[in-house]
Each structure stands twice: as C-alpha cells, then as structure tokens.
C-alpha cells in the first residue's frame, strides 16, 4: 500500500485521533498476555498507539507499515523508543526474525491485495506454536453500501473539517473508494483507497493453505460466534512450522 492517502501529516495525526484504545486494543493486548508473548510483530501498524501500548517490559515489539508519514508520527510518540519500527510490509521483515504473535489491527488486512503471499511470509517469521490474529470486516454486512456520501462536518485540532466518501467500483470483494477531506482553509484532499473483503472460508482457506492449524473465527471481540449479522470477523490461528 503506497503512502496515499496517509501522506498527508493533518490526516495521520487526525487518524491517530479517531483510532483510540476500544475493544480491540483490549482483545490484542489481552491476547499477548494469553498466550505469552514476549517477541511480537504488529503488521500494519499505523501511528503505532497499539504497538506501543505493547512494548511492556521484557518484550520485543515490532511495528510494520508501509507508509512512512504514518511510522514519522509514531517514532515521535512518547514510547516510541521501545519499539523497533520498519518501513514497509511483509517482506520488509528480515529473514531471521521470529515472533510468538503477529497481529494485525485497524482492519490494516482488508488492504493486503494477495493474503496468501502475506500469511506464507508470516508464517516464516513465526516460531512453531506462535499466533496469528487479526480482524477484517464481514462482507456478508456490505458495510460500503452504508458509508456516507453526505457532506459531515466536525471540529478537529486543525479547525473545522467537511468530509464524504464516494464508493467507486465493487467487484468480487474488492471495494474501492474516494474520500473527501476539505480543510477549513478550502484545501481539499481527496484519497482513493481499496479494501478485499473476504468472505469466512476463503480466509480459512487461505490460512490452511499457508501453514496454520487451529483455525478460529469469531464474530466479536469477545469470541462472539460468528453469523450473517456479525460486523467482524476475528481470526486466530496457530503457525505450525518455519517456512
């Protein structure tokens, strides 16, 4: 994913604002515990408030995004230091990296365009018996058949902000969209992004395919059995060999 639409320092920081701790930064955290984690890889990992609220003492923490204005702001957040940061995605992990659990949060998977290439990399970078666990949205919900195309306006820390979102093209789960930023001063930003929402099976499938056993799907943060209703699917999986 190239640095669009977040190369734009006003809309990280007004990300960073919009993304703070709720259930699944309480789900990813409680996990770790679970599962005792002391070497984790957060894939995706954006302005790094979950990444960083991971770094507790004895534990190696790793946060990995592709966009570099996102990562700047994160480097420069109180704690930074005790994360190690990679430009990138996951290929940009180094060859002799392990980990006891990759994460990936915010719905960052949704952007991932081949998922297989992605797990069989992560598969690499797990040790035997480590954990994956990530969230995308359900598509049997067509979440984009509800985003706005009204103009909302709000107050931010840059002053006040309109904005909509304009669905251009769905094809097959793969959703792309324009959103519409203007600024108080009349600068208007306009980013196009694309999401793969993809069905239960064909992430299980997938998993399977690439090296995970003890395939799980839930339908919440709170191991919600997961139905035609459920806003998230939420995917754990256990790595079985290094690849």
């Known amino acids: 994913m190239p640095d669009d639409p977040y190369g734009d ?33 957060d894939l995706g990992c954006g302005t790094g408030l979950l990444t960083r609220a991971l770094a507790t003492p004895g534990r190696q923490v790793v946060g990995v995004d592709p966009s570099p204005t996102m990562l700047g702001f994160a480097r420069r957040q109180p704690g930074a230091d005790a994360v190690t940061w990679i430009d990138g995605d996951a290929t940009a992990l180094p060859g002799d990296a392990t980990a006891d659990l990759v994460i990936s949060s915010g719905n960052a998977i949704m952007h991932v365009e081949d998922l297989r290439a992605t797990l069989n990399r992560l598969t690499a970078v797990l040790r035997p018996g480590g954990m994956i666990s990530f969230e995308t949205r359900n598509p049997a919900r067509r979440a984009w058949e509800h985003w706005t195309t009204g103009v909302t306006e709000r107050e931010t820390a840059f002053g006040p902000l309109r904005e909509w979102m304009e669905v251009t093209s769905v094809d097959q789960g793969r959703v792309t969209f324009d959103a519409y930023n203007v600024f108080e001063d009349g600068r208007q930003e306009v980013y196009t992004s694309v999401l793969y929402f993809r069905e239960a099976e064909e992430l299980a499938a997938d998993l399977a395919a690439t090296g995970f056993e003890e395939i799980a799907l839930s339908g919440g943060w709170h191991g919600e059995p997961l139905t035609a209703e459920s806003r998230l699917i939420v995917v754990r999986a256990v790595g079985t060999a290094r690849r």
Do not use: F, K, M, W
């Open 9 to 41: 320092e006003q809309l990280v920081e007004l990300y960073d604002a919009d993304n703070e701790p709720r259930d699944d930064h309480a789900y990813y955290r409680s996990l770790a515990d679970q599962v005792g984690a002391t070497t984790i890889i």
